[in-house]
C-alpha cells in the first residue's frame, strides 16, 4: 500500500511501508547512506546503514542520481534525531526512471536561481516545495471561490473565449483567424455576463482566461491571466462589493484553516480582514497621493506611483470608489445626481489593484449614447445591445485577477510565480 511522506509518523515504529517519490538528496558516509526521498507531501530519510541492509539495495542507493523516480519499501523506525522523528529501513529500492544529470535547475533550497531560469524549466521548479505551496494554497483560493459563490446562489458558467468584438473598447487585443473572419481572443467575459442577466440568471460566475496584448512588462500584468467574475441582477455596486469583501474574508480564513502547512513553509501569516473595508473615494485618493508628491489631474488614472503613495497611507484591503465615468468603460453606471462620477469601484491591496467592477447601465438609449461618446461603434455590439431591449435587470458585478489576489495573499514579489506556466512580452515558452 503506498502511503505519502506525511502519514508516516515515530508511532509506525516497525511497519512496513511503500514510499514513491524523487531522489532529493543521496549522502553517502562510506558504511551508512542517507538517501532523502521527495513526494509531493514531504520527505522521508531512508537509512541505509551497510551492516544492515542487502547489499544489493546498498549499491543501488549508493547509484542513485538526484531527481530520478524511485519507489521504496521498508520499515519505519522512530528516530529522534531524523526529521520528523522517524526513518525507513529499506527492503527494496525500485528505480523507475533515472534522471539525467546535471540537472538544469538546482530543486534543494541551496542554490537560488533566476525566475526567468526558473521558468524557463518550470516542470524542474515546480518540484520545489515552496514553489508547489504556491500551487496548493491557489487550488484552495478557487476552491473557496466556487464555494462561496455556490451557497450565494451563483451559478457557475463558461462563455467563449474567442469572440468578434472588443469588450472593455480598448485595443488591447490579440487578433487570430477564424476561418475566412477575424476574430479575437477575449479580453474579459464583461459583455456575456451582462447578456446572461437579461436571460434571467440573476446571479452568475466564471473563473476562466482573460487575453490582453498590453506591451507591459511588469511586475503584476500578463498576457493571458484568470478572472474570477461575477454578475448580478437588481442590486447595485455596493451590492456586489459587499460580496467581494466577504468573498476575500471567507477565502482568508480558509487558507489559514486548510493550508497552515503550505503557509508555514512560505512564512506568511494571513490576516482575516476585518469587515467592512475602508473605501475612500477617488478624490480622496487623488488628495492623499497629492500630500505625497504625486499630482494626478482629476479624471486621470492612478499612476503606480500615486497607487504607492495611497498604499503607504492604507494597509492591507480597500476600496477605491466613484471614479470619473469618463475613466472607466463605457459600460459603468454614473452617479444620478453627478454624471461625472461613476458607480464603480476598484478593490486594492496595499499598491495593487486586484479587482474592479461597477453597478452597469441597463437602459437601452443611455449605453448607445455611451458606446458612442467612447468613440465606439454600436453596430459593433450587436448581440450585447439586443439583450438591453427587452427587458434588462438593473446589475452589477466586477471581474478579480486570480493571479493578483494570489499576490496579496502569499506576498509575492512577481505575479508570473502565481502561474503555472506564465505568457508575458517574451514567454511563449514553456
Ligand atoms: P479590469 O480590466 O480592471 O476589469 O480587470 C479586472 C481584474 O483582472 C485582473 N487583470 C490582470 N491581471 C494580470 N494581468 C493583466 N494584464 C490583467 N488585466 C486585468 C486585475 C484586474 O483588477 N470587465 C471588468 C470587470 C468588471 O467590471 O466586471 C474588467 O475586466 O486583477
Not at 522512530?78 to 526512471?97: Q, V
Not at 484553516?257 to 512564512?267: E, F, H, I, N, R
Amino acid at each position: 500500500m503506498r502511503m505519502y511522506t506525511s502519514e508516516i509518523t515515530p508511532e509506525m515504529d516497525g511497519k512496513v511501508v511503500k514510499l514513491f517519490g524523487w531522489v532529493h538528496e543521496v549522502r553517502d558516509h562510506g558504511g551508512l547512506i542517507f538517501l532523502v526521498l521527495r513526494d509531493r507531501e514531504g520527505f522521508a530519510q531512508i537509512t541505509l546503514p551497510k551492516k544492515v541492509v542487502s547489499k544489493e539495495v546498498f549499491n543501488t542507493a549508493r547509484s542513485l542520481k538526484r531527481e530520478s523516480v524511485v519507489a521504496v519499501e521498508g520499515k519505519v523506525k522512530a528516530e529522534p534525531k531524523a526529521p520528523n522523528g522517524f526513518e525507513i529501513i529499506p527492503d527494496i529500492i525500485t528505480l523507475l526512471n533515472e534522471a539525467e544529470a546535471p540537472l538544469p535547475l538546482e530543486v534543494t533550497e541551496k542554490v537560488p536561481a533566476e525566475l526567468d531560469t526558473r521558468l524557463d524549466y518550470r516542470f524542474m521548479d515546480l518540484r520545489r516545495p515552496k514553489v508547489q505551496a504556491i500551487f496548493r494554497i491557489r487550488h484552495q483560493v478557487m476552491q473557496s471561490v466556487r464555494e462561496f459563490l455556490s451557497k450565494e446562489g451563483f451559478i457557475e458558467v463558461n462563455t467563449p473565449k474567442i469572440v468578434s468584438t472588443a469588450t472593455e473598447g480598448g485595443t488591447e487585443l490579440f487578433p487570430i483567424s477564424y476561418f475566412e473572419k477575424e476574430a479575437f481572443l477575449n479580453q474579459s467575459p464583461q459583455l456575456y455576463k451582462q447578456v446572461l442577466m437579461g436571460a434571467g440568471f440573476e446571479k452568475v460566475f466564471e473563473i476562466g482566461p482573460i487575453f490582453r496584448a498590453e506591451e507591459h512588462n511588469t511586475t503584476r500584468h500578463l498576457n493571458e491571466a484568470i478572472s474570477i467574475d461575477i454578475e448580478m441582477s437588481f442590486t447595485d455596486h455596493e451590492g456586489v462589493m459587499g460580496v467581494l469583501e466577504r468573498l476575500i474574508a471567507k477565502i482568508c480564513e480558509d487558507i489559514n484553516q486548510k493550508c497552515s502547512k503550505y503557509l508555514d513553509l512560505l512564512g506568511i501569516k494571513l490576516e482575516i480582514p476585518e469587515l467592512p473595508l475602508p473605501r475612500i473615494t477617488y478624490e480622496e485618493a487623488l488628495k492623499m497621493a497629492k500630500s505625497k508628491g504625486e499630482e494626478i489631474p482629476w479624471g486621470e488614472d492612478l499612476s503606480l506611483q500615486a497607487l504607492k503613495a495611497i498604499g503607504e497611507e492604507i494597509n492591507g484591503y480597500y476600496f477605491i470608489v466613484d471614479w470619473p465615468t469618463d475613466a472607466k468603460p463605457f459600460y459603468v453606471m454614473p452617479h444620478e445626481n453627478r454624471p461625472e462620477i461613476s458607480k464603480s469601484f476598484d478593490l486594492m491591496h496595499s499598491w495593487l489593484e486586484l479587482a474592479s467592477g461597477a453597478q452597469r447601465i441597463h437602459r437601452y438609449d443611455v449605453l448607445v449614447n455611451r458606446i458612442k461618446a467612447k468613440g465606439l461603434q454600436p453596430e459593433s455590439f450587436g448581440f450585447y445591445l439586443d439583450a438591453f431591449r427587452y427587458g434588462m435587470p438593473p446589475h452589477a458585478g466586477w471581474g478579480l485577477g486570480a493571479e493578483r489576489l494570489l499576490m496579496s495573499l502569499l506576498d509575492l514579489k512577481n505575479i508570473r510565480e502565481a502561474v503555472l506556466f506564465p505568457r508575458d512580452r517574451q514567454r511563449l515558452v514553456p
